[in-house]
């Protein structure tokens, strides 16, 4: 029996699961969205967030923390043909992902259900990325969240059409005075 035992084993061993997650969230900081199978994403979502969180306090205990927990890994990209070093990921998780999260209080990444199905063993593939640097801060407010507001959203646009409608009549009659002058 599994009472009260959390995470999940991913037919792995304790060391292979460490190794796989620091890995998963280094190319998730790297490249900000990675696609991988929705156990897995579960599983790295939490901890990808954990490391946001130490980020946002930027300081240096806070680096050496994630140092510890992540790695530090290097950053290359490929320029004509050649290895560019570009940074690190530990670098641009304090320089870049902290400060654009400072002000959002948790739900740094999202899971995205993809269509698609991994082809050796059909396994259900997500993306795991992060929430983007505007969404998510301003929420709109539903139009049918109570009774009766599907009808004060139907006038709302008749009231919109209605002024657009005065606005472009009264354009053109401006128009039509100008011609006559």
Not at 42 to 53: H, P, R
Not at 74 to 90: F, L, S
Request: charged fraction near 35%; hydrophobic fraction near 35%; charge should be positive.
């Amino acid at each position: 029996m599994r009472h009260r035992v959390a995470g999940r084993r991913l037919s792995r061993t304790r060391e292979h699961r460490l190794a796989m997650r620091r890995n998963l969230v280094a190319s998730l900081i790297q490249h900000e969205t990675v696609s991988t199978t929705i156990e897995k994403a579960k599983e790295v979502k939490a901890f990808a967030e954990k490391l946001i969180t130490l980020a946002k306090k930027g300081t240096l205990s806070a680096r050496r923390r994630a140092i510890a927990l992540l790695g530090n890994r290097v950053i290359y990209d490929y320029e004509d043909g050649k290895a560019v070093k570009k940074g690190t990921i530990i670098g641009k998780l304090f320089s870049e992902l902290g400060p654009r999260y400072l002000d959002r209080p948790g739900g740094y990444t999202r899971i995205i259900r993809l269509s698609l199905r991994r082809l050796g063993d059909n396994g259900q593939l997500v993306l795991l990325q992060f929430v983007g640097k505007d969404e998510g801060l301003k929420k709109e407010p539903r139009a049918a969240a109570k009774k009766g507001s599907r009808k004060k959203a139907k006038k709302a646009v008749e009231v919109e059409e209605i002024a657009e409608a005065e606005e472009t009549t009264e354009s053109s009659s401006q128009e039509d005075q100008a011609d006559r002058q």
